[in-house]
């Protein structure tokens, strides 16, 4: 069964400061997706990041960045340079390719507060 | 325009009342989504439509009921709910289920008491 973990149920940083959420994940499959999802205070959960399992290339995108490590089944997700808006839950998804039913399967999710 | 909408924003009900919410996308996607969040949890899938056909049922209680019209509509039909029904309703939608590559894009939600 497929099953994502978010060790970290809260982090705490001061602005400016850099700050990784950690993401390991476990699936039979060879093919499936893993994304990142943000959820600020108003409830609406933010696309992030989608990356396929064949895909291990690193990614950055402004102060984002994602570490993509099948080895470790992990996908770690950095903010350089942390800003009070970046406070929010974060939850890693994975999603099973599969003929039919694309279900995705969240991690608990990590609460980033970001203090001025 | 990555836009899922939801109606009402808020929703307080008893338990007898009958309500529904309703939730649009104009970004042509084929797939849509009913997931539940309660407080401090994450999302959990409810239902999913496809091509306007129900496809995935989570084993969701019969008191709530999806209806799909048409491509760019999702309704979740409320009767009878119980007081730990009381949740975030997210809706989501994504170009196709096939395969399960498809991005879900989220609306705001319904925050739902249930009195």
């Known amino acids: 069964a497929q099953k994502v973990t978010q060790a970290q149920t809260e982090i705490s940083v001061v602005e400016k400061e850099d700050v990784t959420l950690d993401c390991v994940y476990e699936?039979?499959?060879?093919?499936?997706?893993l994304f990142w999802y943000k959820q600020p205070p108003s409830g609406e959960l933010v696309f992030l990041i989608r990356r396929n399992s064949f895909d291990e290339q690193n990614e950055i995108s402004g102060r984002y960045s994602w570490n993509f490590q099948k080895s470790t089944s992990s996908f770690n997700f950095t903010i350089t340079a942390s800003q009070v808006v970046d406070s929010a839950v974060y939850f890693c998804a994975l999603s099973e390719a599969r003929e039919y039913g694309n279900k995705l399967v969240f991690g608990a999710g990590t609460i980033l507060r970001v203090k001025s | 325009d990555t836009e899922v909408t939801q109606t009402p924003k808020h929703l307080v009900m008893g338990m007898t009342n009958k309500k529904s919410l309703k939730c649009e996308q104009h970004m042509g996607h084929r797939a849509m989504y009913w997931y539940k969040q309660k407080a401090k949890k994450p999302p959990e899938l409810m239902f999913v439509?496809?091509?306007?056909?129900?496809?995935i049922n989570e084993s969701v209680p019969s008191r709530f009921s999806p209806e799909c019209p048409n491509s760019s509509l999702l309704n979740l039909h409320l009767h009878a709910l119980q007081p730990e029904d009381s949740a975030l309703y997210l809706c989501?939608?994504?170009?196709?289920?096939?395969?399960?590559?498809?991005?879900?894009?989220f609306g705001p939600g319904t925050r739902l008491t249930v009195l």
């Open positions: 989501a939608s994504s170009q196709t289920e096939a395969g399960g590559t498809d991005t879900q894009y």
């Open positions: 439509y496809s091509y306007e056909k129900l496809s």
């Open positions: 699936t039979r499959d060879t093919t499936y997706y």
